[in-house]
T-cell receptor, first 112, second 114 residues
C-alpha cells in the first residue's frame, strides 16, 4: 500500500541546519515533493525531486533521495525563525491520475 | 493569475445541513483535486478530476459529491454534514508538462460541523 512516514516534531536553534526525514513505500513514484504549511495557511510547494535524481539543491534547501531505502530528506541550511512551519513530504502514485500521498507532516520549531 | 481560489474561508454548519465548497483556478489546468487535512493524518484525497466532465473518487469520498462542468471550477458538495467532516479542506490544481508535475493548493476552507 501507499504510506509516507515522517517524524512529528523537530526543534532547532536559529542558524543551525535542520534535517527533516521521510520514508515512502511506492518505488514507482516519479516525483517526490516537499511542501511547507505556515499556521492558518495552505500548502506552499518548496521543492521537488525527480526519481532519477539523488540530490537537488535550491538556495538553502537540499533534497537527498535514496531510492534503494525509499528515503527522502530535506535539509534547510542556516535555519531562520521564519522557517518555523509544518513540512510535508509527498510521493506521486500513478493510478491513472498522478495522486499525491502525503506524510503526516513534521512540525519544525526554530528558536532564537 | 489568481491561482487557486477557495470560498468560503470559514464555515460553521449544523449536523444534517448541506453546503458547497467552491474552488476555481485560472491556470487552465486539467487536473483538480480535493483534500481534507486532519490533525496527525496529513492530507487525504477526497475526489479528483482529470478534465471537464470527468471525476473519480479518492481515498475518503463518502459524504461528498463533486462535479466538473468547466475546466476552471471544481465544487465540493457536502450532502448532509456530519461532525466527522469537521476539517480543513484544500483544493488543488495540477500542472503537468515536460519533466514537471506540480500541484498548486488553494488557501483552504475551515469547516466546523456541530
Amino acid at each position: 500500500g501507499e504510506d509516507v512516514e515522517q517524524s512529528l516534531f523537530l526543534s532547532v536553534r536559529e542558524g543551525d541546519s535542520s534535517v527533516i526525514n521521510c520514508t515512502y513505500t511506492d518505488s514507482s513514484s516519479t516525483y517526490l515533493y516537499w511542501y511547507k504549511q505556515e499556521p492558518g495557511a495552505g500548502l506552499q510547494l518548496l521543492t521537488y525531486i525527480f526519481s532519477n535524481m539523488d540530490m537537488k539543491q535550491d538556495q538553502r534547501l537540499t533534497v537527498l533521495l535514496n531510492k534503494k531505502d525509499k528515503h527522502l530528506s530535506l535539509r534547510i541550511a542556516d535555519t531562520q525563525t521564519g522557517d518555523s512551519a509544518i513540512y510535508f513530504c509527498a510521493e506521486t502514485v500513478n493510478t491513472g491520475f498522478q495522486k499525491l500521498v502525503f506524510g503526516t507532516g513534521t512540525r519544525l520549531l526554530v528558536s532564537p | 493569475n489568481a491561482g487557486v481560489t477557495q470560498t468560503p474561508k470559514f464555515q460553521v454548519l449544523k449536523t444534517g445541513q448541506s453546503m458547497t465548497l467552491q474552488c476555481a483556478q485560472d491556470m487552465n489546468h486539467e487536473y483538480m483535486s480535493w483534500y481534507r487535512q486532519d490533525p496527525g493524518m496529513g492530507l487525504r484525497l477526497i475526489h479528483y478530476s482529470v478534465g471537464a466532465g470527468i471525476t473519480d473518487q479518492g481515498e475518503v469520498p463518502n459524504g461528498y459529491n463533486v462535479s466538473r462542468s468547466t475546466t476552471e471550477d471544481f465544487p465540493l458538495r457536502l450532502l448532509s454534514a456530519a461532525p466527522s467532516q469537521t476539517s480543513v479542506y484544500f483544493c488543488a490544481s495540477t500542472y503537468s508538462g515536460g519533466n514537471q508535475e506540480t500541484q498548486y493548493f488553494g488557501p483552504g476552507t475551515r469547516l466546523l460541523v456541530l
